[in-house]
């Protein structure tokens, strides 16, 4: 079994920065790819951005520039460092990841960790 914990939410005033962390435990060697997405109330969840295990990353338009995804392959840790926050960055902030055993894909998910941003 993995469990995937997040970390790193809470609430910024607009220009802000956070740091979003997800490690993962259990029966684990390393994840492949990895993708943060989001969910606000009353909107389908979106893909924030994704980072392959060669360390690839790609964003949504709406936070290139802004957001950066990273990870530590020594902690199983993935991070979303998150820059110039806005209102409409609001919404709950989950983790994915996916992990290869032989032939087939196995996928994971957090808890997910609210960020606010509001003055």
């Known amino acids: 079994q993995v469990r995937l914990v997040e970390s790193g939410g809470g609430l910024v005033q607009p220009g802000g920065s956070l740091r979003l962390s997800c490690a993962a435990s259990?029966?684990?060697?390393?994840?492949?790819?990895a993708h943060w997405y989001r969910q606000a109330p009353g909107k389908e969840r979106e893909l924030v951005a994704a980072?392959?295990?060669?360390?690839?990353?790609d964003y949504a338009d709406s936070v290139k520039g802004r957001f950066t995804i990273s990870r530590d392959n020594t902690k199983n840790t993935v991070y979303l460092q998150m820059n110039s926050l806005k209102p409409e960055d609001t919404a709950v902030y989950l983790c994915?990841?996916?992990?290869?055993?032989?032939?087939?894909?196995?996928?994971?998910w957090g808890q997910g960790t609210q960020v606010t941003v509001s003055s």
């Open positions: 994915h990841v996916e992990i290869k055993r032989g032939q087939l894909l196995y996928h994971y």
């Open positions: 980072i392959t295990s060669g360390g690839r990353s």
């Open positions: 259990g029966s684990i060697f390393r994840f492949d790819t």
